[in-house]
């Protein structure tokens, strides 16, 4: 079953935007993770924001978590057309004994120069 | 250090072919997991390892094998391809513990005819 959702789909928007996408799960999670996937390649690791954190940043990404509503948002600030990917979140499972992770569906981003 | 590898990058098989996707990595990670990835649905476990000689199943495990001799290798085998295994296949590790990222390869792209 799909544990993770993202919205939107898919989003464009011109460089020097800001981007953000959201993500909705069902599990109780250990941590909340973000991916980005270029077309035809490998998923490649963005961001961890643990249960207890409410904030994350890196560069020009910003995470936020609440896990009240069992939710999570990626902001992208001043994009760039080198930003054009998908990105997915994972939840890992705190009920797996393995932290187990649940992708989401994706959220399609493409930037305009 | 190339991190985790698959091959072949490409391949076509007949309804009812056999065959292995091969899996390595460097890092000495010790856990180890399958994925397959189709339009729409976002990343689905097939199987995973936790170490040589430990295996289980994910989510779709029905008509793939694995199996863990070394902590390096961890192939996938479709037993009797069927055309609702076409996908592009990801393989990904993790290091030793439960929290952290996953670290994944560049993906395999199946198509069953």
């Known amino acids: 079953s799909q544990q993770g959702e993202e919205d939107p789909q898919a989003l464009s928007i011109q460089e020097g935007e800001n981007a953000t996408m959201n993500c909705s799960y069902k599990?109780?999670?250990?941590?909340l993770q973000w991916y980005r996937q270029n077309s035809g390649r490998g998923l490649v690791h963005l961001i961890l924001?643990?249960?207890?954190?409410r904030e994350k940043h890196s560069g020009r990404l910003r995470v936020t978590l609440d896990t009240s509503k069992k939710s999570s948002s990626l902001l992208i600030t001043a994009s760039r057309a080198a930003d054009t990917a998908s990105y997915f979140c994972?939840?890992?499972?705190?009920?797996?004994?393995?932290?187990?992770?649940?992708f989401g569906r994706g959220t399609q981003l493409t930037v305009w120069p | 250090n190339a991190g985790v590898t698959q091959t072949p990058k490409f391949q076509v098989l007949k309804t009812g072919q056999s065959m292995t996707l091969q899996c390595a990595q460097d890092?000495?990670?010790?856990?180890m997991s399958w994925y397959r990835q189709d339009p729409g649905m976002g990343l689905r476990l097939i199987h995973y390892?936790?170490?040589?000689?430990?295996?289980d199943q994910g989510e779709v495990p029905n008509g793939y094998n694995v199996s863990r001799s070394t902590t390096e290798d961890f192939p996938l085998r479709l037993l009797s391809a069927a055309p609702s295994q076409t996908s592009v296949y990801f393989c990904?590790?993790?290091?030793?513990?439960?929290?952290?990222?996953?670290?994944f390869g560049p993906g395999t792209r199946l198509t069953v005819t």
């Open positions: 599990t109780s999670i250990n941590n």
């Open positions: 390892s936790v170490g040589a000689g430990i295996t």
């Open positions: 924001i643990r249960s207890n954190e």
């Open positions: 990904a590790t993790q290091r030793t513990g439960r929290l952290g990222e996953q670290y």
């Open positions: 890092m000495n990670h010790e856990y």
């Open positions: 994972a939840a890992n499972d705190r009920g797996s004994t393995l932290g187990r992770l649940y």
